[in-house]
């Protein structure tokens, strides 16, 4: 296993920096306008700002419920700077601490309150949503092998405002990248082969982006490219937009009362695939965990193992997967990702620094045409590892 520094944020002007800095307040300052919180949380949430920004890291208190979880995450790091720590640690840390500040663990009236829900709630009950689910009747002659190929397209689009089913159905006008890796005929076939079996899915967002994933999903168990779908979420409110099991309930809603026939289809047999077992959806803990896939828990590397393939959905997972490391762009995505129980798929929007199985020359072009491409959304990858 090849090694690269951790990415820190700790260097000013860099993109972790900025999330702490520039990200993380505007956050809050968003949060705290969304919901009436009382004095007292309000009061928490500030000084959890002021602490991530410019102070030490305060080891969880004994109300925590997952302290001893927490303690020994942070072995070596409690006491220390936040800006000591690594990225995806202080990230995961940060928005732990959010929710607590916020009462969701607390016994009390904020029990339970996604902070983040009304800007799920209100991406998917947007108009632009309408035309997107209207699109899907534009794919529903598409030969199956065509249809495959566009709703992947879809999935890996899906948190692009202007790109998603009407790209795919070939009625958006926007121009798209090519992606920067793509391993999307392998993919295919490796659907094809994974016929009979498990599919995981370990979603990513919520609202907008959720739509093509249970898209996806939906046509994998209609097409018996799948005999059952395993969906995963996080088991509660994390990174702002990561989907629930509330997200998927109101994503599936929203698809039953489409105006598009198509749309409609979807929802309805997606609500009779859960009722079935053919469509499961998970929620371990490790879900929320700030740890690489490398060091799941044994039960969660138990049950992916049995999968024909695992599909990871968003940066958030492509981090995790390959460790969030300065590695060189052009360190092969295998080397990184072989750890992994099945075979794996990553369909991923860049957001973050971390990047790898780049060819030198793509390197070189969006250094020289696109200095910002590995944090503005603008490009991405689909990546594939089959287990030896």
């Known amino acids: 296993m090849p090694t690269a520094p951790v990415i820190r ?3 000013p002007g860099s993109f972790p920096w900025g999330v702490f800095h520039e990200r993380h307040p505007e956050l809050v300052r968003q949060v705290l306008a969304a919901r009436p919180y009382g004095p007292a949380e309000r009061a928490a949430v500030e000084a959890l700002l002021a602490e991530s920004t410019d102070g030490l890291l305060e ?3 004994p109300a925590l419920h997952d302290r001893e979880a927490w303690l020994a995450r942070g072995v070596g790091l409690w006491g220390r700077p936040w800006s000591e720590a690594p990225f995806l640690w202080a990230e995961s840390w940060f928005h732990r601490r959010l929710l ?3 009462g969701y663990f607390r016994p009390g009236p904020w029990h339970g309150i996604d902070p983040y829900a009304p800007f799920k709630d209100a991406e ?5 949503v309408d035309g997107e689910l209207a699109a899907l009747d534009a794919l529903a002659d598409l030969p199956e092998e065509e249809r495959t190929r566009a709703l992947l397209s879809s999935a890996l689009w899906g948190n692009r405002a202007d790109l998603s089913f009407r790209m795919a159905a070939g009625t958006e006008g926007a121009a798209v990248p090519d992606p920067v890796a793509d391993d999307s005929e392998p993919l295919l076939a490796a659907l094809a082969r994974a016929r009979g079996g498990t599919v995981c899915l370990i979603a990513d967002n919520a609202a907008r982006e959720l739509l093509p994933d249970l898209v996806l999903i939906d046509h994998l168990l209609a097409a018996d490219a799948a005999t059952r779908v395993v969906l995963h979420v996080k088991p509660q409110p994390y990174f702002v937009s990561d989907a629930t099991m509330a997200d998927v309930l109101a994503a599936v809603g929203r698809l039953r009362a489409a105006d598009g026939a198509a749309a409609r289809a979807v929802g309805e047999r997606l609500w009779r695939a859960v009722e ?3 469509l499961r959806v998970a929620a371990h803990p490790f879900s929320c965990a700030p740890l690489p896939y490398r060091d799941m828990p044994a039960d969660l590397r138990a049950e992916l193992s049995g999968a024909a393939l695992t599909v990871l959905k968003g940066d958030l997972n492509y981090r995790r997967l390959v ?3 300065h590695w060189p762009p052009t360190t092969p995505f295998a080397d990184v990702a072989g750890h992994f129980p099945s075979p794996v798929a990553a369909l991923r929007t860049l957001k973050s620094d971390v990047v790898t199985g780049l060819s030198q020359a793509t390197v070189t072009r969006l250094d020289t045409t696109a200095p910002a ?3 503005a959304g603008t490009h991405a990858l689909v990546q594939l ?3 030896a």
Do not use: K, N, S, Y
């Not at 998917?124 to 632009?128: H, I, N, V």
């Open 124 to 128: 998917l009950a947007g108009e632009a």
């Open 9 to 11: 944020i700790d260097v």
């Open 373 to 375: 491409w590995r944090t």
């Open 323 to 325: 460790d969030d490391r």
């Open 276 to 278: 079935r077992g053919t």
């Open 59 to 61: 080891p969880p208190g």
């Open 385 to 387: 590892h089959l287990r």
């Open 100 to 102: 607590d500040a916020t």
